[in-house]
Each structure stands twice: as C-alpha cells, then as structure tokens.
C-alpha cells in the first residue's frame, strides 16, 4: 500500500485525537471479524459514537471513504494508526513495581498496539532482579542508561504519589519528553514535555455521577441539567 507524505503539522483537535484510537481498536476487531469494508453508522456504532461526529473527525485525516461502498477497513486502520503514530516500535520505561506496575508490565496490549517495554524500574532494593513479565526489574539509578541506551520518549508513572514529582523530574531531565501517569495528583513538567493522566477513581466518581442520575430519573423523572448533558456529551 504506498502512503501519502505524512503531515506532521496537520492541526487536529484534541477531542479528536483522543478518538482516534478508539476507531483504531473498532476497526482492528472489524478487521479480525473478517470485514473488509464497512459504513460510517457501522464503524460508529462499533465505536461507541454517533456518525456525524466519526465523520468528522476523519476528515481530519483526509477522504478515505468511498460513496455507496463506505470504508475499506484495512486501509483506514493503517492511516489512523500512522496518524497517530502506532506504525512504528515505541519502547517504554515503567517506573514503580507495585500492583499496578506489575499489571502494565504484564498488559499484553502495549506491543500489540505499537509499544515495547525495555525497563522495569524501582528505587526498592527489594524488588531487583525480581522478573515481571520476562524483564528483569532494575534500579531507578540506571534511569538515564536506559533511555540514552534504548532511545526511550515515552514513560509510565505508576509509583505513589508522594514520589511521582520527583519521578517525573528524572525521566524530564533523562531525556523522556512523554509522560503517562498512574500516581494520584498532579505533577507539573517544563513545556515541551506532555503528561496523560490516568485516574481511575476519578473515573469512577464520574461513573457515580451518571449512575446516580439515573437512579434519580427512575425515582423522580428526569431532570434538566445543561451542565450533566454536557458532561455526558464529552464523555461520549
């Protein structure tokens, strides 16, 4: 398949880019389904999202669909995931061996989804030479080796939070411009330098909200509320 020129200055909206891999994901099942091409009300509704605003949203990637026919499946699954750069091997460092840490480590999905992890890391003396899904973990101290050896951007955060901030400083000042954190809070890092956070009992608070609504609206009826709408309106 030969590929257009890649315009890395292509301005695409957040709330956009956020979807993005959640049509990559619809179309990756679609594509192990054995369908080759599919509508715009299919792949929506495989997304999770209504079809004006799937639409939209690719295209800001270009025109790939096709009048009558709809998209080709495969073809559509590789610009998305060369949009957001998922073509290629991204290795990863993990730091914090706990629970949660050695969840991702063990997440087969990361290199499925274009991600390589080449480091454990933890500063517990107890935790060296432990193996997490095959990898050994190693001290926190050899930070700066492994991302200069393994050429790593991207780092995950999954220490408590009292140690997050200081974390972050490393991996900032080891050269990792990329920074995806599971540590309650938040830490603050120089421009140029992007962090996602993920939070999952905010998650849940969230979840609390709109269960608690529609417990509210099975009681009482529904309620207008202009602000809960347009929560759920980002939410979808």
Known sequence: ??????????????????????????????AEAGTETCSSEELATSAGVNSAK????????????????????????????????VTQDWPVVIVG?????????????????????????????????????????RDFEDLEEIVREHGVSIGVIATPAGAAQAVSDRMVSAGITSILNFAPGVISVPQGVDVRKVDLSIELQILAYHEQRKQAGEATGPVADPAGEAAAEVLA
């Open 1 to 30: 398949m030969s590929a257009r020129p890649h315009d890395s200055a292509r301005d695409i909206p957040e709330a956009t880019v956020a979807r993005l891999p959640v049509y990559l994901r619809a179309l990756t099942a679609l």
């Open 97 to 137: 061996i706990g629970n949660l840490g050695h969840a991702l480590a063990n997440f087969s999905g990361f290199r499925s989804r274009g991600f390589r992890v080449v480091a454990l890391l933890d500063a517990d003396e107890r935790r060296r030479g432990e193996r997490v899904a095959g990898i050994e973990v």
């Open 54 to 85: 799937l639409r939209k949203d690719l295209s800001y990637l270009g025109s790939y669909g096709t009048r009558g026919v709809g998209y080709d499946v495969d073809h559509l699954r590789y610009e998305i995931a060369r949009e957001i750069g």
